[in-house]
């Protein structure tokens, strides 16, 4: 296996423990494997989320430019 090392704030130190402690990970190596794990397995969702924020975006885009174009000449 390889070490992976890294910083972090302290606030989030403390908030990774508290998790650790309330969902029961013997060590920080546990919570950070499940956390790869977890993030591996719902990549497809995350980058499916991703795909839809945007079009949700351009359909925003598309009503207020629409709606600017009412505002500015109500005949179109």
Not at 24 to 29: E, L, Q, R, T
Not at 56 to 75: C, G, N, V, Y
């Amino acid at each position: 296996m390889k070490r992976i090392h890294f910083r972090i704030y302290d606030e989030l130190a403390e908030q990774i423990n508290e998790a650790i402690v309330r969902w029961g990970f013997n060590s920080h190596a546990e919570f950070f494997r499940y956390l790869a794990m977890e993030f591996i397995r719902n990549e497809k969702k995350l980058l499916t989320t991703d795909d839809t924020l945007k079009d949700h975006t351009k359909a925003i885009r598309m009503i207020k430019t629409s709606q600017r174009k009412t505002f500015l000449d109500p005949e179109s």
